[in-house]
Every structure is written in structure tokens, then in C-alpha cells.
């Protein structure tokens, strides 16, 4: 099936810092990359939707100028967290959809914990 | 606000027993699909609905579609203790980018 990386897969960072998170689709062309936040034991929260060389679509209450979000290729994006701070604590995860409009279907990253202390 | 309600948020069962999640939209879906994540883990895809009225079997899992494409259920039948995790629906509106609209999901517990 097809697989989504994210790297790294855990960060811990001082208040402040930026960091920035990949998500790589290996072997398919993802078309449209999406990027969500889960708080423990809460469901997904979609930030933002990115397609491969256009800006990226955010939802509504999440700040672009803090939650950056590239999509370069159709097999990268990143999302850079920047200034990061305590509240910014979060699993974030990935996902990607295929370019092939018969597979419908969107494929999930393993996640990167960020920890902001 | 929630586009596609959950229930239950919790369900706890002994080995052997049934378990039924619900999903309800307020809008028509395009199709629905599931997801189970296990603790620590990420989403991991399950299946995808797309006809009214549709049902699914994978082993002992039954899928449904409603017939006007607004509600699911997900159906275990005689639950193991690896069928443990958080299992979302997630509702496709038809948009040409694909957004998914994720319910609250139902944590399952199983007891041996």
C-alpha cells in the first residue's frame, strides 16, 4: 500500500525555536497534502489543506503566519511551527492524497510529537 | 462546529462482546471512510463507502452507508482484544480537494 513518512517522528524544543516537520509521500504523487493536529484522546483538527505549488488553504483559527506550510513537490511539504511555544504541544500528522483520482483515498503519516518546554 | 457527530465517545466490552460505532452528518457525503488509531499510533485507513445503502464485511467488521448518504456505523462482532483503539469516521463532502471532516471518534476498550 501506499506509504506516507514524517520526519522526525519526535521533537522536543525550547519556547522560542522554530520547527519545521516533512512529510513525504514515497511511492505515489500526492496531488494534495493535509496537514491535522490531535490533542490527546481528541480527534483530528485539520489546519491546513496544501497543493503542490500553490498556497496552502488554511482553516479557520489557525494562524499562516505561525503554521507555515510548503508544498514543493508533489512528494514533500513541510510545515514549520514557528516561534514555538508551550500550547504548541501537539501530535501532528500528515496526510497525502494520491494523484490518481481512482484512489480516492488519503494516506496518514506516522505522526511527529513536538514538545515545546 | 462538529460536521459529523460520533457516538459513542467511549465504549468499554468484555472479549466476545459486540460493538457498534455511529456516525451522523448533517450534510450528504460523497462517500464515508474509517479509521482505526491504536494508542500511540496514527490513523490507519480501513475502508471507504461510497453507494447508498452500502455494507462492507472485513472478517468481523460490518460496514454500513445510509441510504441518503448522511450516517454509518461500524460493527464488531465478537471483539479481541487487538480490535483495542480509537476508531474515526470521516465524512467526504465531494470538494475537488478531498477535505475530510473527522468525527470525535470511539475509544474501544476490551476486556479478557
Known amino acids: 500500500g501506499a506509504v506516507v513518512s514524517q520526519h522526525p517522528s519526535w521533537v522536543i524544543c525550547k519556547s522560542g525555536t522554530s520547527v519545521k516537520i516533512e512529510c513525504r509521500s514515497l511511492d505515489f504523487q500526492a496531488t494534495t497534502m493535509f496537514w491535522y493536529r490531535q490533542f490527546p484522546k481528541q480527534s483530528l483538527m485539520l489546519m491546513a489543506t496544501?497543493?503542490?505549488?500553490?498556497?496552502?488553504?488554511?482553516e479557520q483559527g489557525v494562524e499562516k503566519d505561525k503554521f507555515l506550510i510548503n508544498h514543493a513537490s508533489l512528494t514533500l511539504s513541510t510545515l514549520t511551527v514557528t516561534s514555538a511555544h508551550p500550547e504548541d504541544s501537539s501530535f501532528y500528522i500528515c496526510s497525502a492524497r494520491d494523484w490518481d483520482p481512482s484512489a480516492d483515498t488519503q494516506y496518514f503519516g506516522p505522526g511527529t510529537r513536538l514538545t515545546v518546554l | 462546529g462538529q460536521q459529523v457527530m460520533q457516538i459513542p465517545q467511549y465504549q468499554h466490552v468484555q472479549e466476545g462482546e459486540d460493538f457498534t460505532t455511529y456516525c451522523n452528518s448533517s450534510t450528504t457525503l460523497s462517500n464515508i471512510q474509517w479509521y482505526k488509531q491504536r494508542p500511540g499510533g496514527h490513523p490507519v485507513f480501513l475502508i471507504q463507502l461510497v453507494k447508498s445503502g452500502e455494507v462492507k464485511k472485513q472478517k468481523r467488521l460490518t460496514f454500513q452507508f445510509g441510504e441518503a448518504k448522511k450516517n454509518s456505523s461500524l460493527h464488531i462482532t465478537a471483539t479481541q482484544t487487538t480490535d483495542v483503539g480509537t476508531y474515526f469516521c470521516?465524512?467526504?463532502?465531494?470538494?475537488?480537494?478531498?477535505?475530510?471532516?473527522f468525527g470525535r471518534g470511539t475509544q474501544l476498550t476490551v476486556w479478557p
Open positions: 470521516a465524512g467526504d463532502r465531494g470538494s475537488t480537494l478531498g477535505r475530510l471532516y
Open positions: 496544501s497543493n503542490e505549488g500553490s498556497k496552502a488553504t488554511y
